[in-house]
């Protein structure tokens, strides 16, 4: 959708199927030099440690190609769960759903090209 990416996850990921997911998303960043990558999770009820970490990882691959990543759709068991399981997944911003995620992507993407403006600015001068 525009400069961001759209992943709907439609099951519960096991660890074969989420490395897969990581490496496809991380491929198509590079490809189409996405912005952002919104990944929707409402359909997700089982979220593991294992889990966790993978959003935490295409989080941080994607911020080394430049695009930033939201996660929408947290159903209330999967937030309990990371908490307890101590995985803030960092990097990761998050939003109630797919509408919320698109904005807060487009705020994100917007203030990247103001700060990279300002830095542009002060090197010139």
């Known amino acids: 959708m525009g400069p961001f990416l759209l992943v709907t996850i439609q099951i519960d990921l096991y660890d074969r199927l989420a490395l897969d997911l990581e490496e496809d998303l991380v491929r198509m960043v590079e490809k189409t030099s996405a912005k952002g990558v919104l ?56 939003a109630l759903d797919v509408e919320k995620g698109m904005a807060l992507l487009q705020s994100k993407m917007i203030f990247d090209e103001e700060e990279e403006q300002e830095e542009d600015d002060t090197a010139a001068n």
């Open 39 to 94: 990944i929707d999770i409402s359909a997700v009820t089982i979220v593991d440690s294992f889990m966790g970490r993978i959003l935490g990882n295409i989080a941080s691959m994607s911020r080394l190609l430049d695009a930033q990543t939201v996660v929408v759709g947290m159903q209330p068991a999967v937030a309990i769960t990371l908490v307890e399981l101590g995985l803030p997944l960092n990097g990761v911003s998050t």
